[in-house]
């Protein structure tokens, strides 16, 4: 296959989020749904691959074998569309609804168990082939959410990679021509 070297992405795309109850991934029409969608994002989204390695050295102190002793993988977006049930994807929060009082609560300090979910995010290129990442995570981090008279409210989420499934921390898989 030839190499394209001046192919350049630009561009966003959607992101999809669907709990993740078995350490198996879906089919992608299984996550590409409107339900799993979370909706507008905002400040795009990033991957990050952070390796652990080990050096060994010798008696000059100088390197000359490399392990990987562990991997860390980070994905960070904003995302636009106010949904309070989204908010449980990203913490230990519980939802409640009251239908008489037309209320709905999000209520934080219950603890428990983060929410582990399938991480898709998706970006068409100019010739209609997509680029998908996917990766089982958890917001770990948090989120925050600034309410800002200047500019959109934006829920900024980061998911850190559980391995769910052994082997397997993320995935970029691209379509080809």
């Not at 993740?20 to 990033?46: F, K, L, M, R, Y």
């Not at 609804?97 to 995010?121: C, M, P, Y």
């Amino acid at each position: 296959m030839a190499k394209k070297i001046d192919e350049i992405i630009l561009g966003a795309g959607e992101l999809y989020l669907l709990s993740a109850t078995s350490g198996e991934i879906p089919a992608d029409n299984v996550i590409e749904t409107e339900d799993n969608n979370v909706g507008h994002c905002s400040g795009g989204a990033s991957l990050e691959y952070k390796p652990e390695s080990y050096d060994v050295k010798n008696q000059y102190n100088r390197t000359v074998k490399r392990f990987i002793k562990g991997e860390e993988i980070s994905f960070k977006t904003g995302v636009l569309t106010w949904d309070l049930g989204l908010l449980t994807k990203l913490s230990t929060a519980k939802l409640t609804e009251d239908g008489a009082k037309k209320t709905r609560t999000l209520t934080f300090g219950a603890g428990g168990s983060l929410a582990t979910n399938i991480v898709r995010f998706v970006h068409t290129k100019e010739n209609g082939k997509k680029i998908r990442v996917t990766l089982i995570g958890q917001a770990g981090n948090g989120f925050s959410i600034e309410f800002n008279s200047e500019k959109e409210t934006t829920i900024d989420a980061e998911f850190t990679a559980v391995e769910k499934k052994k082997g397997f921390l993320a995935e970029i898989k691209e379509e080809q021509e």
